[in-house]
């Protein structure tokens, strides 16, 4: 036997034993990706406050040119928009299931999320230098991942789970969402574009980390 054959054929196989464990971590990590209520209703109602509360600069962004003769257009996308989110938010609040379309559409509010939370973080390393910069830099990583798995479908509608929220969990959320929100926004005067993913990133730790922590601590007490 050639030890230098045998030196190749043993790099070889683990090599294909390295891309077959990866191939498995990111197949499982594809699998786990359920966009449930919870996790859609912090998103929309994040975007939701951000537009209510910058409204004029909302505006001002999609329609520059109030005598453009795209304003009815955008217009009508800004009616699309929020309509969008508020369909994520009736199903928070609902016991109905989704049907099929109400899934795509709930995708779509996915994407634009996604999208519009990459390009407002890359903004904001424009003007900002603070350690609050981890949360956007954090939000462009996970944001572009999740658009290219959504653009080349191997994400789809199957992903938004059916399964209902847990109204504590959605009050809780609103709480903590909209604390962060006003304290970071009118507080320590943080622009939106900020203060967008230090919303979702506190909420979603706290929902996702915090409560099971404190739930476990609770339930060996109560034992």
């Known amino acids: 036997m050639n030890p230098g054959t045998d030196f190749a054929q043993h790099r070889d196989y683990k090599s294909k034993v390295a891309v077959r464990i990866l191939n498995n971590l990111v197949m499982k990590y594809i699998n786990t990706l359920k966009f449930d209520e919870l996790s859609l209703y912090g998103i929309c109602y994040c975007t939701l406050l951000g537009i209510i509360f910058s409204f004029t600069r909302f505006i001002e962004i999609l329609i520059p040119d109030r005598h453009s003769k795209d304003v009815p257009g955008n217009a009508l996308f800004i009616l699309f928009i929020i309509s969008l989110i508020m369909l994520v938010i009736y199903h928070a609040f609902s016991n109905r299931r989704k049907y099929l379309f109400e899934k795509e559409l709930m995708l779509l509010v996915v994407l634009f999320n996604l ?109």
């Open 115 to 223: 999208i519009f939370s990459v390009i407002s973080s890359i903004a904001i390393f424009h003007y900002k230098n603070t350690w609050l910069c981890l949360f956007p830099l954090l939000n462009i990583i996970h944001g572009s991942i999740l658009v290219l798995l959504i653009r080349f479908q191997i994400i789809n509608a199957k992903n938004i789970a059916d399964a209902n929220a847990d109204r504590r969990l959605v009050i809780e959320s609103t709480i903590i969402i909209t604390v962060t929100f006003l304290v970071s926004r009118f507080y320590f005067k943080q622009h939106f574009l900020l203060t967008y993913p230090v919303c979702l990133t506190i909420n979603y730790f706290i929902i996702s980390f915090i409560n099971p922590l404190f739930l476990g601590v609770y339930l060996r007490i109560k034992k």
